[in-house]
């Protein structure tokens, strides 16, 4: 008896989040089916986070900027038995999540309270490049997420959702517990503006509305002489984010981002038209002199920007759009001449960037100044503050009554290891300057 009471006490902890999700049944919306949940599993919170692995040699250029110790780096030391995610399985994620994320959108969702439809609510893509980091992940044996840093990749930001089980058995159905035993505890007024907390956290990075992305790993292996299975999912944009939007509310597919129709297959959710998926808006050209955001459709004013120094930006695409980017030796630098501006409540030369050291393991050694010439010669210089490695806008606001002509310089310090550049866009506001673009 005395063994049996700690086992007791042991289970009822740790099945309390999903005895607490049945309470919730009690409402006049009713109880979802039970699922297929026969062995015991758990879901990773995500202040938990993995220990250091050894690095891959092989390990990419970009993916050594993120990070010192980028999951796909580092090399699996566990006893694993079985790995890999295969096209059936593929099919199986992709439909589990359509399935339920067409529910919310289109309104459906009233087993618990009934929760809003979405405007705007993204139908998932499989994207091999999440896949390949969350299958390192998996690979790794270790029920702990990875952070930010260490999962990112180049086209956007990275969420993830976790899973173990102690079978063997592959089963991808699991998974529907992330919407499932956490939709629950989700109301309304969490929607806008977004409201974290730990609790349903896996049920809104599964239902983002503007995540399209989705890689997933999976792992069979031997731990301290238990056999555990860990399921990873990786999405792109990352969802989770406080202060934002979990998703518009309104008619389904009522504000589908550009590029993207209503799909024909899962109701209320908006499906890309292309392979780089959705769009943004172009800004309204009257809140700027010049605006240059490397598309196709670039107003005739951009050409006339000059770039001069040590090296010459290159072009990298990823879903959004373009990017230039260069890598700069100690004691180099590279010009960026905006053109001239004014306005009746000043200007705000920008770049929508980011830089820093080109492998994270190096110090940072750039400056990034913003100088402003009048008849030719310097009058003002200024240095954005520089956000994180996520692009930003650096720019600096300046209310002065004559025309100023707008530079950059970017420079990396004598003596340091290679620093980078990354410019999404650039430009000159009328006005302050914006949060971005």
């Known amino acids: 008896m005395k063994l049996l009471l700690p086992v007791i006490s042991f289970l009822l902890l740790a099945w309390r989040p999903l005895v607490s999700c049945l309470l919730c049944s009690e409402s006049r919306f009713g109880a979802y089916d039970k699922g297929r949940h026969e062995n015991v599993w758990k879901m990773s919170r995500s202040d938990e986070r993995s220990s250091a692995q050894k690095r891959n040699s092989e390990c990419p250029a970009l993916y050594q900027r ?44 009233r087993r618990y309270r009934e929760l809003p439809s979405s405007a705007n609510m993204m139908q998932l893509e499989w994207d091999d490049e999440l896949a390949r980091v969350a299958q390192a ?69 599964f239902t983002w509305a503007t995540t399209w992305k989705i ?34 509310e309104g008619k389904p597919c009522s504000q589908c981002p550009d590029n993207t129709e209503c799909s024909t297959e899962y109701e209320g959710l908006c499906k890309s038209k292309t392979p780089d998926g959705p769009q943004t808006k172009r800004p309204s050209s009257q809140d700027y002199i010049l605006l240059c955001d490397f598309r196709s459709d670039d107003p005739e004013e951009c050409k006339n920007v000059k770039v001069t120094g040590s090296r010459n930006f290159s072009t990298r695409h990823i879903y959004t759009g373009d990017y230039k980017t260069v890598v700069l030796q100690g004691g180099e630098s590279i010009t960026i001449d905006l053109g ?9 030369p920008f770049l929508y960037a980011r830089f820093g050291p080109s492998k994270a393991k190096d110090a940072f050694g750039s400056k990034l ?42 420079k990396a310090n004598e003596g340091a290891a290679p620093q980078y550049l990354d410019v999404k866009a650039w430009g000159i506001t009328k006005g302050a300057c914006k949060a971005t673009i």
């Open 66 to 109: 993120y990070s010192v110790e980028h999951t796909f780096c580092k090399v699996s030391t566990c006893d694993i038995i079985n790995e890999g995610v295969n096209e059936d399985d593929k099919k199986t994620i992709l439909k589990i999540h359509n399935s339920l994320r067409s529910r919310l959108a289109s309104g459906k969702e």
């Open 137 to 205: 992940h998996a690979s790794l044996c270790e029920f702990k997420h990875d952070n930010d840093s260490s999962r990112a990749v180049e086209n956007f930001s990275v969420g993830q959702n976790l899973l173990q089980s102690t079978s063997s058995e592959k089963n991808w159905n699991l998974i529907e517990s992330w919407y499932k035993e956490e939709v629950c505890f989700y109301l309304p007024k969490y929607i806008k503006p977004f409201n974290y907390q730990d609790i349903y956290g896996h049920f809104v990075q």
């Open 215 to 248: 890689g997933c790993g999976f792992a069979t292996y031997r731990q301290r002489g238990r056999v555990q299975s860990l399921y990873t999912c990786n999405y792109g944009p990352q969802g989770n984010l406080k202060n934002s939007v979990h998703y518009i």
């Open 340 to 348: 001239k501006g004014q306005n009746k409540d000043g200007i705000c």
């Open 369 to 410: 100044d913003a100088i402003f010439k009048y008849k030719g010669s310097e009058a003002i210089r200024r240095s954005p503050a520089r956000i994180d490695s996520q692009f930003s806008i650096l720019g600096v606001h300046i209310e002065v009554p004559m025309e100023l002509e707008a530079l950059f310089t970017f």
